[in-house]
Nanobody, 123 residues
Framework: QVQLVESGGGLVQAGGSLRLSCAASIRTFSSYFMGWFRQAPGKDREFVAAIGWSGGSTYYADSVKGRFTIYRDNAKKTVYLQMNSLKPEDTAVYYC????????????????WGQGTQVTVSS
């Protein structure tokens, strides 16, 4: 049974930082591409960032490029999302996801999803 468990969300003022973690119970974690998505109230879920097997390849949505950093620790089976210079429009539930197929910005490419963690940025 594959599980992805996010943590690290919370309330932060604009300009602040948070680091999200996603712990995976996947035996072959290092074989999976990992991604972060988010869903703001009343909006569709959207891609935030993705990372390749070894962490050498990373991809970001334009809206977070330069502010967010995705990285992974395969020994700990954990993927992280460091979020700096947070803005109120970053407020959303953040989800991590795992794909055996490819590193992608497309939801349908991901096989497993976490339950999400709430991030709220106050102005």
């Amino acid at each position: 049974q594959v599980q992805l468990v996010e943590s690290g969300g919370g309330l932060v003022q604009a300009g602040g930082s948070l680091r999200l973690s996603c712990a995976a119970s996947i035996r072959t974690f290092s074989s999976y591409f990992m991604g972060w998505f988010r869903q703001a109230p009343g909006k569709d879920r959207e891609f935030v960032a993705a990372i390749g097997w070894s962490g050498g390849s990373t991809y970001y949505a334009d809206s977070v490029k330069g502010r967010f950093t995705i990285y992974r620790d395969n020994a700990k089976k954990t993927v992280y999302l460091q979020m700096n210079s947070l803005k109120p429009e970053d407020t959303a539930v953040y989800y991590c996801a795992a794909s055996i197929k490819s590193v992608s910005s497309i939801e349908a490419e991901y096989d497993y999803w976490g339950q999400g963690t709430q991030v709220t940025v106050s102005s």
